[in-house]
């Protein structure tokens, strides 16, 4: 399974685009990406998934080097409901033996 | 996106008394759900991966006998307390995986066990 490493806190302020690296360098083949939001007191919320190249959603855009070694979350426009943590985890869901661990995330913190 | 419930969303117990959480994946079938605690401002700690119909595989340090996880179908996964203790209070996650169109994973909102 591969460890995530990522910025431990950031902070930005309302109407920034914001952007999150997470670094894997020893991602499997199989291996997918997946970042959570999470709000104090609540389950972690999926935000965004990909394999490699560029993914946008409605909420955010993923960026994934041809090496995979590394992805960026990319929040456009941050308000204040976006402080939060953020965490990027990376594993193959399709195989049973496989787990995610969770890294101890990036805390967002947007000011006014 | 996949719905995952939890219930309840917060137990308080007295100390020896035991504790059921459930976990239902509520639009989808799910044949793998995972047991998380989280004490304040940490991370997700994986406790045990639930297989439905075999037994749940546990983390290392994690004791089978007190954490009791049942898989009984598709939908419902529960994590048992027993014999609780004040140190056992902490915000319990399960999730729940999904696969269509890719395997993702999805979260429940949480329980908050606080024993007494």
């Known amino acids: 399974l591969a460890k995530t490493t990522q910025p431990i806190s950031m902070d930005s302020y309302e109407g920034q685009e914001v952007n999150i690296t997470c670094s894997h360098n020893?991602?499997?083949?199989?291996?997918?990406i997946t970042w959570y939001q999470q709000f104090p007191s609540q389950g972690p919320r999926f935000i965004i998934q990909?394999?490699?190249t560029k993914v946008t959603n409605e909420v955010a855009s993923l960026f994934i080097p041809a090496d995979r070694k590394s992805s960026t979350l990319s929040l456009p426009r941050v308000s204040l409901s976006d402080t939060a943590v953020y965490y990027c985890?990376?594993?193959?869901?399709?195989?049973?033996?496989?787990?995610?661990?969770f890294g101890k995330g990036t805390r967002l913190h947007i000011l006014p | 996106g996949a719905v995952v419930s939890q219930h309840p969303s917060r137990v308080i117990c007295k100390s020896g008394t035991s504790v059921k959480i459930e976990c239902r994946s509520l639009?989808?079938?799910?044949?793998?759900m995972f047991w998380y605690r989280q004490f304040p401002k940490q991370s997700l700690m994986l406790m045990a991966t639930?297989?439905?119909?075999?037994?749940?595989?546990?983390e290392q340090g994690v004791e089978k006998d007190k954490f009791l996880i049942n898989h009984a179908s598709l939908t419902l996964s529960t994590l048992t307390v027993t014999s609780a203790h004040p140190e056992d209070s902490s915000f319990y996650i399960c999730?729940?995986?999904?696969?269509?169109?890719?395997?993702?994973?999805?979260f429940g909102p949480g329980t908050r066990l606080t024993v007494l």
């Open positions: 999730s729940a995986i999904h696969r269509d169109p890719t395997d993702t994973q999805y």
């Open positions: 020893n991602i499997a083949t199989n291996d997918y």
């Open positions: 990909g394999y490699k």
């Open positions: 985890l990376v594993g193959d869901m399709n195989n049973r033996d496989d787990k995610i661990i």
């Open positions: 639009d989808f079938q799910a044949t793998t």
């Open positions: 639930s297989n439905e119909g075999s037994k749940a595989t546990y």
